[in-house]
């Protein structure tokens, strides 16, 4: 696997962006962007047949949920997409290869259940198969498997198939892609283009929704290819209950907040608010979470036989104006003073505007504290306003007893600390610490172009720059940054970006002594077991580490760990989800080693190597450089 760092030239395709300003790049520090944003295209709010229905679906059970969508208000509150999940087709396709469908489930095909969506102002989505054969035949749930169920081969056919039948969204499964071996960037961008070459012909739009489940970081390549993709197993499977467990595992498998910007959206997957197995309260916090994360709203509970509280908690519409809010991004984790304590913030629209999530994991209640410092907001008073209930108060900081395993959603409407604008090239984009920070990008386009963004030597992200009739306007995205001199490229630059840090986020690189690069996480994975290496420096996610409690925390929720508690030389030294173990913990000491607490041994570039994918593993201590650490 290639690391989340590269080298190489990323071209910014922008074609009718602004010039850069001639001169060299200037540092202007402001309150505030001053040109008016332009709002991101909002995650998708719906519902879903899987999580209810497994593949027992046919028109009427679609048309009854679309009609309970309608009567219970969730279409007034937001929600429009009916997504007609996997069972809906059986494999069968005429002699021309187009799918044929079962006329007695599905009187008058699957043109006329669409068109009784849009009949009642709502959207239509479908879903496909990147392989061959699609989960119906891998693993067949209420119907016999079904063999040829996928798409492979009839990219164009189908997607332009789903167009002409009048659908707005697909989603495209990976059994198939996953039991034949299919690279997922490369499938699901062919997927893209046939939709792409669909449009041109019928003049319509079909929202992607890449589902691989994460197998291969689609948070790196996903923005641009698909409107949303997955970043995790399925939340339920059939006949199980739904866990908050899973739920806060599914959250922590979503963030990416790099990658989440101008529409494009990482998702945790359908909610299970309502289904069975979750409180009310347990069903606010899974709200809370996907809020906070601008996720899709999809859910996935019969609609019609929902309670009043279930429908409630899904239509409650300032929770879903945190979702929705124009923005765009993707919140963050800003503090876990305790372990199992976290504070989570998400910047909104408007000045000083944040709504946080303090989300106590434990077994216990706790005091948990909000400050505005993490936040990116001075110390002033701000108001704050509990989301569920309703109450207000004003507080210089915030804290608040949260029972366990439960959380509290507030907004925050504070001041902005000063932000940095910078016109030109953007090479001396500076940060005081490694972490994350928003920039707000000033731009004019005739017409809607998508551009690719790189910061250092990270991976790139495609970003979606709308037209703006002529006159300047932002987007925002959330941008990873090493302590000191930053470059972010654009060829063909806007006219300016405006860079607020979020000093929450803030950790360091760990830096060899002899190699000069950085402690690694490949291709920007939070799999369990990848061994860690070193890779040039860049100040991305995957090479940010956060010292906590004597651990080191990359990517949100990622420890670096002994691999099986080993006290061997050779020893890997991997990341693994944080669990407060010794062989998670590490002592940064004075003469530049990191000792492990389990065995003692000390964090070692393995056989002296200096260059790019070096191991990391422990080894007995001793004098070499390849066992001398910098945090900076």
């Not at 035949?137 to 164009?156: C, I, L």
């Amino acid at each position: 696997m290639r690391s989340m760092f590269r080298r190489g030239v990323v071209v910014l395709l922008l074609a009718a962006v602004s010039t850069p300003i001639a001169g060299p790049a200037d540092a202007v520090p402001e309150a505030a962007s001053k040109v008016a944003d332009v709002a991101a295209p909002a995650p998708p709010m719906g519902w879903a047949s899987w999580n209810s229905f497994a593949a027992k679906i046919d028109y009427t059970t679609i048309r009854a949920q679309a009609d309970a969508l309608v009567s219970s208000g969730m279409k007034a509150a937001g929600y429009s997409y009916v997504n007609i999940d996997e069972g809906w087709w059986q494999g069968t396709r005429d002699a021309q290869g187009n799918i044929v469908v079962d006329e007695t489930e599905w009187p008058g095909g699957m043109k006329a259940i669409a068109d009784y969506l849009h009949s009642k102002g709502l959207k239509a989505g479908i879903y496909t198969d990147a392989g061959k054969d699609g989960c119906g035949y891998y693993y067949p749930t209420g119907r016999p498997a079904a063999p040829g169920s996928g798409s492979e081969g009839h990219y164009d056919q189908d997607m332009l198939q789903f167009q002409r039948w009048g659908f707005d969204y697909v989603k495209v499964d990976w059994c198939g892609g996953d039991a034949e071996g299919l690279d997922p960037a490369t499938t699901y961008r062919a997927i893209s283009d046939a939709i792409t070459r669909a449009t041109a012909q019928t003049g319509r739009t079909l929202k992607l929704s890449i589902c691989d489940w994460g197998r291969k970081n689609p948070w790196n390549w996903g923005p641009g290819a698909g409107a949303l993709w997955r970043t995790s197993n399925d939340i339920i499977l059939y006949g199980q209950n739904a866990t908050l467990g899973q739920v806060l595992t599914n959250f922590d498998q979503a963030q990416h907040p790099v990658s989440q910007h101008t529409g494009y959206v990482n998702d945790p997957d359908m909610l299970t608010v309502g289904m069975p197995g979750l409180t009310d309260a347990q069903a606010r916090t899974e709200m809370s979470l996907w809020a906070v994360s601008g996720a899709p709203l999809l859910a996935g509970n019969n609609l019609a036989t929902m309670s009043a509280a279930t429908r409630s908690i899904l239509t409650d519409r300032d929770v879903i104006a945190v979702d929705q809010d124009p923005r765009g991004l993707q919140g963050v984790k800003i503090s876990e003073d305790s372990a199992g304590l976290q504070v989570y913030g998400k910047v909104l629209s408007g000045s000083g505007r944040r709504a946080v999530v303090l989300l106590n994991r434990t077994s216990a209640p706790a005091a948990m504290t909000v400050r505005w410092a993490d936040l990116g907001l001075t110390s002033d008073r701000a108001r704050v306003r509990d989301v569920w209930t309703g109450e207000t108060s004003r507080s210089a900081d915030y804290t608040v007893t949260v029972p366990a395993g439960d959380s509290v959603l507030i907004t925050v409407d504070g001041t902005e600390t000063a932000s940095t604008t910078y016109h030109g090239d953007f090479t001396g984009v500076t940060a005081e610490a490694t972490g994350l920070a928003v920039a707000d990008v000033t731009y004019t386009a005739a017409t809607a172009q998508t551009a690719t963004l790189k910061v250092n030597d990270q991976q790139p992200t495609v970003v979606a720059f709308p037209a703006t009739g002529g006159r300047p306007r932002t987007v925002s995205v959330i941008v990873s940054l090493a302590k000191g001199t930053n470059t972010v490229s654009f060829t063909n630059a806007p006219s300016a970006i405006t860079v607020s840090p979020l000093p929450g986020t803030a950790g360091a690189e760990v830096v060899g002594a002899q190699s000069g690069r950085c402690l690694d996480v490949d291709d920007n994975g939070i799999t369990n077991g990848i061994q860690a290496q070193l890779w040039d420096c860049a100040g991305g996610p995957n090479q940010t580490w956060v010292s906590s409690r004597g651990q080191l925390v990359v990517n949100g929720g990622k420890c670096l760990d002994a691999y099986d508690s080993g006290t061997t030389n050779g020893t890997a030294v991997v990341v693994w989800d944080c669990h407060g173990g010794a062989n998670q913990r590490w002592n940064i000491n004075s003469d530049g080693t990191i000792t492990n607490a389990v065995s003692g041994l000390c964090l070692d570039a393995y056989d002296n190597g200096t260059g790019n994918r070096t191991k990391i593993v422990l080894w007995t201590c001793g004098s070499g450089a390849n066992q001398r650490w910098s945090l900076r």
